[in-house]
């Protein structure tokens, strides 16, 4: 059993900024995709952002410019910066690792609440 060890999540006013991160085993090889998801209360879960082992980065339109991910591969280790939070960022904020042979694993969610 794989765990993803999420932490970061909380509330905070809107404007404010949280940081999320997300650990994977120390002995997990052959990481390709570090992402995070959320998923509000009534709606489907969605895609935030997304980084590859290259380094490469994908946005959700909805938080270009706020949110910014990151990766530590020595520490197999994935953050988002969430700036300028809106009440509608108010989720709860899942890890995903993709890996080679279509291997994918989740977190257990950290919930995220914007205060207007």
């Known amino acids: 059993h794989v765990q993803l060890v999420e932490s970061g999540g909380g509330l905070v006013q809107a404007g404010g900024s949280l940081r999320l991160s997300c650990a994977a085993p120390r002995n997990m090889f052959n990481i390709n995709e570090m992402g995070w998801y959320r998923q509000a209360p009534g709606k489907q879960r969605e895609s935030v952002a997304a980084?590859?082992?290259?380094?490469?980065?994908n946005y959700a339109d909805s938080v270009k410019g706020r949110f910014t991910i990151s990766r530590d591969n020595a520490k197999n280790t994935v953050y988002l910066r969430m700036n300028s939070l809106k009440p509608e960022d108010t989720a709860v904020y899942y890890c995903?690792?993709?890996?080679?042979?279509?291997?994918?694993?989740w977190g257990q969610g950290t919930q995220v609440t914007v205060s207007s």
């Open positions: 995903n690792i993709k890996r080679v042979g279509r291997l994918e694993y």
């Open positions: 980084i590859t082992s290259g380094g490469a980065t």
